[in-house]
């Protein structure tokens, strides 16, 4: 009898040796004479229990990790293939069935429904999984109605800025031009953040039918993935699919028999962080250097090529086809307030069980600190915790129970963005991560207005003096201190887009909740 | 020896300016042609040489201006040739909160390089990266195009030795 047996071939599971595990286990299964069918699957996003190895049993998947190379040879000693009744149920890196992990079975995974279950490059698994069912349904509705239906669902751009997917939709609908575009936006620059890069290695055709399904709506044939540069496994695992939809009828000319025609295309960004942004994304797409436009126009009315355009990020965009899929309301169901469906967050940094949690808005932080996250990696108090990327505030312990609600987050001088959560054990120190703050800036700024270019300079500058007088209560620091609230004050009002006047979000955060670092 | 090392060089040169002309056929007619032909470029040889801009600049009608601004606005395009191996570093804040800047440190000091600057033996150039989508396992490098994890110092010791023993180009 063949067991299959799931290796994730993500690319954080393959940093820690994924590929080598599945080598060994491949090859131990040689030797003892054992029929093993090895699955490379998405990761499920328990990524301290990396390398987790699944083994398919009549009662469903048991997982164990994290596995090394080193205890393969335990692991069939325990009879690992034979499910949880044998020896390797009292294996030390026996986890159990898959879905009754507490940690995984507590999420409300709808974006992410399929990530880590699914062969990522197999489009039979993919439709076995309720896959092009949203498409199917979109093939039978006017634009309209599919706009109509992803306005209903309360859908916010999930990149950063929270907009109202549906209506940015309705815009270019409404506009008239013999060629429109959708680009995703998977540019993926926020520290802390790995959501899209697990769309799109462990699940590509969600994001190519989501992208799909928004050139039906709005009347775009033609579609663009701006990739990050670091992400050279998700390039791979994209352009695999993208041909395998073609080949069957998914993409290209007269899609599953419809009128409907989408062409879609991976491009490659080159390690500029402003290119996130969406008009300096365009510019890039274009062929040129990442500046930033001014706006008016939209882009959805003048973007690409000056054509009208959807530029969405990729969790949005993934996100479509279970609207579509289940309806609506479906989805409006889950979150809290204006903050509708949920949240792919994603747990980093200083914490000791980092991954993908995705859940309904309105948990706090201090339940995904600590009931996910399982408190520091380091043992000690968690003392900060970055929400949002580079451009999002700190928040200190007393914040710690803010529910994650778009609203919520605004209300103390926070942002949720693209759902990163990075955590800092007590180790950390306040004043360098504002010169860090300051530091990005200078080192990404586009350079088209002064407030960014030179404020950020200045910002390092001033921030090293303060670092230079720590502890010395010099009459200088009450001078550079004050300095620095005006320089942000400068870059928040005088900036063209979010990098120069989001900066002093992390600067300020860090100055007014651990004032004691400055 | 001296006229034979010209005269492979003088080989190689023209080999490249045919293999130029090639990806410039592939990807002039692309709209928005010039940051895939410039990856391609460097995906080929490793960077993207300035001899190489009038070419690029005519076929795509543009100034060699143009050309040299969008090469040195992305961070990821280099304009001189790197070592065999890329080792990237990541120095943004997830992998900050889980010591980054003590393994950036280290691997300065082990390298004997700093950022940008590639070692004596041509084995490996040091470049910083700001995320690689793995912080839930940071702090995080990349050697080449592979990521790995949760590193410490003896474990980038331990990548390093090994890439600098492979001679080829990864
Ligand atoms: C400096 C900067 C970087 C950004 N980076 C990204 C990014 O990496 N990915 C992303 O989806 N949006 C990013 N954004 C937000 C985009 O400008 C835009 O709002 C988003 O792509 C719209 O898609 P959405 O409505 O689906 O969120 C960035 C914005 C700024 C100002
Ligand atoms: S704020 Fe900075 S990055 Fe944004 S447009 Fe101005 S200079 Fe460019
Ligand atoms: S911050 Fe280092 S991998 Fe994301």
Known sequence: ?518 | MQSLQAKQELNMQKNWCEKLDLLIAEHRDMPGALLPLLHAIQDDLGYIPESSYAQIAKALSLSVAEVHGVVTFYHHFRSHKPGRHILQICRAESCQAMGAEALEAHAKKFLNVDYHQTTADQAITLEPVYCLGNCALSPAVMMDDEVYGRVSSADLDALVLEASASSVKA
């Open chain 1, 1 to 518: 009898m063949t067991t299959k047996i799931y290796i994730p071939r993500d690319s954080s599971a393959l940093s820690m040796g994924a590929d080598k595990v599945a080598v060994a286990i491949a090859q131990e299964a040689k030797k003892r004479g054992k029929e093993v069918e090895i699955i490379r699957n998405g990761s499920r996003g328990l990524y301290w229990l990396e390398t987790m190895v699944e083994v398919s049993t009549d009662k469903g998947r048991v997982a164990y990790g994290p596995v090394k190379v080193k205890d393969v040879s335990a692991l069939f000693d325990a009879d690992f293939l034979s499910g949880l009744s044998s020896n390797a149920g009292a294996h030390a890196l026996s986890l159990g069935y898959t879905e009754e992990i507490d940690w995984l079975k507590k999420q409300q995974r709808l974006t992410f429904a399929r990530v880590g279950i699914t062969d990522p490059v197999s489009l039979e698994d993919y439709i076995a999984h309720d896959g092009y069912k949203g498409l199917k349904n979109a093939l039978a509705l006017s634009g309209d109605d599919i706009v109509r239906t992803v306005t209903d669902s309360g859908l916010r751009g999930r990149g950063g800025a929270a907009f109202p997917t549906g209506i940015k939709w309705k815009t270019v609908l409404a506009c008239e031009a013999e060629q429109k575009y959708i680009v995703c936006n998977a540019d993926e620059g926020d520290s802390g953040t790995f959501s899209d890069r697990m769309i799109m290695e462990n699940d590509p055709f969600v994001l190519i039918e989501g992208m799909t399904i928004a050139g039906i709506a709005v009347g775009a044939t033609c579609g663009y993935i701006y990739l990050r540069s670091e992400y050279p496994h998700a390039l791979h695992v994209l352009n695999e699919a993208i041909e395998k939809a073609e080949q069957a009828g998914y993409l290209g000319e007269k899609i599953r028999g419809s009128g409907h025609t989408f062409q879609l295309e991976v491009r490659r960004a080159a390690g500029a962080y402003v290119c996130g942004e969406e008009t300096s994304l365009l510019e890039s797409l274009e062929g040129k250097r990442g500046m930033v436009r001014f706006k008016p126009p939209l882009p959805a009315i003048e973007g690409l090529f000056g054509k009208p355009t959807v530029v969405n990020n990729v969790i949005s965009l993934a996100t479509v086809p279970i609207i579509l899929d289940k309806g609506a309301q479906y989805y409006a169901d889950y979150g809290m307030g204006r903050s509708r469906g949920t949240l792919p967050i994603q747990l980093a940094g200083n914490i000791k069980h980092g991954g993908l949690v995705e859940l309904a808005f309105g948990i706090t932080l201090r339940e995904l600190l600590y009931e996910y996250g399982g408190g520091s990696a380091t043992g000690k108090p968690i003392r900060a915790v970055q929400v949002g990327g580079p451009l999002g505030a700190f928040l200190p312990e007393s914040q710690f129970d803010t529910p994650l609600d778009y609203e919520a987050f605004t209300s103390i001088w926070a942002v949720l963005g693209h759902g990163g959560v990075v955590a800092f054990d007590d180790t950390v120190d306040m004043a360098k991560m504002a010169r860090y703050a300051f530091e990005f800036c200078a080192i990404e700024s586009c350079g088209k207005c002064t407030p960014c270019r030179i404020g950020s300079i200045r910002g390092v500058e001033v921030m090293d003096k303060i670092i230079a007088d720590k502890n010395k209560q010099t009459p200088n620091t009450v001078k550079n201190i004050k300095l620095l609230r005006d320089l942000s004050d400068t870059m928040l009002n005088g900036s063209l887009c979010a990098l120069g006047g989001m900066t002093p979000y992390p600067v300020l955060s860090a100055m007014n909740h651990f004032p004691e670092d400055f």
